[in-house]
């Protein structure tokens, strides 16, 4: 079974930056990869996702204009650049993997995704 392992995160001072890495097990291929965050106490919020066809990229508005979501598939690898990083970012920072979705209908939609990292710990201090 493929396997999805995040890092990268850490502590950062607002507006630093951090880059999280998705790597997988296995191909990526053909398979859209959705990133997403959860802070104490709340959902999981869907902040961006990377198409596999044409590796389109999709943010949600709480991220667009800083964060940059690409992939290297002879590398199985995601990478997530968060720049400008603001207090209300920090939470635990998820990748996953889905064969569904397609388009900008990879956002955000917990339930497609089926694979699931272990996730990275971000902390922003002001």
């Known amino acids: 079974q493929v396997q999805l392992v995040e890092s990268g995160g850490g502590r950062v001072q607002s507006g630093g930056s951090l880059r999280l890495s998705c790597a997988a097990s296995?191909?990526?291929?053909?398979?859209?990869i959705g990133w997403f965050r959860q802070a104490p106490g709340k959902d999981k919020e869907g902040i961006s996702c990377?198409?596999?066809?044409?590796?389109?990229?999709y943010y949600s508005d709480s991220v667009k204009g800083r964060f940059t979501l690409s992939r290297d598939n002879a590398k199985n690898t995601v990478y997530l650049q968060m720049n400008s990083l603001k207090v209300e970012d920090p939470g635990v920072y998820y990748c996953?993997?889905?064969?569904?979705?397609?388009?900008?209908?990879?956002?955000?939609?917990?339930?497609?995704?089926?694979?699931w990292g272990q996730g990275t710990q971000v902390t922003v201090s002001s």
């Open positions: 296995e191909s990526l291929d053909n398979y859209n």
């Open positions: 996953a993997r889905t064969d569904m979705g397609w388009g900008a209908k990879c956002l955000g939609r917990l339930l497609i995704y089926g694979t």
């Open positions: 990377i198409g596999s066809s044409d590796g389109s990229t």
